[in-house]
């Protein structure tokens, strides 16, 4: 019976996993779609400048468009060498680096 619920388990988790890949390859092509269709700078040229900004490794990216101002931002979570976690925002049409905040949570 352990072994069955542990292989259930393992199971689950794998199959969450893979889902989570899927759902972030689409969540980059539709970014880069989106990019492309509105004249963006590259999610690739945005990272390199949120690494730049806040040196480390980034967890997750998404664009955003911003709620009062006209335009639209990419969010970067990024990890530096000691652990924190920040949030760096890049303006998508001008690539420069609009707020970094610490995220304390």
């Known amino acids: 019976m352990k072994t069955f619920t542990a292989m259930t388990l393992s199971g689950a ?3 969450t996993a893979a889902v989570s890949i899927a759902n972030a390859d689409d969540d980059i092509r539709e970014m880069k ?3 492309e269709g509105l004249g963006l700078i590259s ?3 945005a990272s390199a ?3 730049e900004a806040k040196p480390g490794v980034i967890e997750d990216a998404d ?3 911003r709620d009062f101002k006209k335009g639209w931002d990419y969010e970067f979570e990024i990890v530096d060498a000691d ?3 920040w949030e760096v ?4 049409k001008t690539g420069e680096v609009g707020k ?4 304390w949570f």
Do not use: P, R, V
């Open 13 to 15: 988790f794998a199959l």
């Open 33 to 35: 779609k989106l990019s």
């Open 43 to 45: 999610l690739e040229e």
């Open 49 to 51: 400048k949120a690494l």
């Open 63 to 65: 664009l955003e468009d």
């Open 83 to 85: 652990g924190n976690e």
């Open 89 to 92: 925002y890049i303006d998508a």
């Open 100 to 103: 970094i905040e610490k995220d």
